[in-house]
DNA sequence: CGCAGTTTAGTTGTGCACAACTAAACTGCG
DNA sequence: CGCAGTTTAGTTGTGCACAACTAAACTGCG
């Protein structure tokens, strides 16, 4: 009869603090290209997808696991700092491609070494960092699928 | 010379994403009693500390990392639902004490079984709860150390 | 003892997150 | 081919989170 009802036994708290903790960290250092982290994601999307078709605001939500009345201002923002262009699709008038201007591709080099220094802040080993990432992903995809039924 | 701005490689969108995922998880079961995740963590602390004197405001900001401009509306949803009473301590009436109704008492035993939901929704073992919750209250107090320098 | 400095809760403004909804565009079945 | 149903982005409203600030209350040093 162990109560479960305890602040430091629930994950959950563990979870929800460690995450507003790291956005802590964050905070700051993007502060100083005038982004927020959600609209960081955003553009570590953008840039990992150079290559391909620019994707639509659908797509991008897919990947970040955020709808369009999260995106659809951020993006207006991005586009007001002149990072992204948001452009209709001639072919389905209701997709609307998300593409980076110029500047938008110009901010990857510069924030590189992001990375690096949020998982210095951690103060775990980069496995430690494998391997908590892992079960991360593993929890969040037990839970869509928890949620199937 | 392997890229990190490659969005699953990034600990923190897995953080972000889990600790989304499971408020999601948390969020039809507490609507069921008007609530939402952080108004549930409030009432686990009062309900910790049931027998010792009622918390103050920055008091609860301590035990969940907030501060008062989010806990501040946050009470006074409480209070209109009747669950706590704030009330401004005679020694010292800068303090706001926040005390439990009878009626947020008889929450917590209509709310027990909460967590066990949770812990299946995650998918692990009751033993890798227990080290995931390590590792990130081991991250959080990491973070927490890295920003006093 | 008085007042500079501190502590405390609360307010204001910005930016997510998400539920519920809307309007426009598109698809495919009868 | 037309229209019922679906898809898509966007809007509206609520509730955090947090930075920056305010006002009231308190503390302790000179």
Known sequence: MTDDLVLRRQVCFALYTASRAMVDVYRPILAEF???????????????????????????????????????????????????????SPADERRVAVELTPAGRALRGRLADVPRQLAQATGLSADDLVVLRDTLTRITSAIHQHKEQ
Chains 1, 2 share one sequence.
């Open 34 to 88: 005038g982004l927020t982290y959600p609209q960081y994601l955003v553009l570590l999307v953008l840039w990992e997808g150079e290559q391909e078709q620019p994707p639509t605001v659908s797509g991008l939500g897919a990947r970040l696991q955020l709808d369009s009345g999260t995106l659809s201002p951020l993006l207006k923002r991005l586009e007001a700092a002149g990072l992204v262009i948001r452009r209709r």
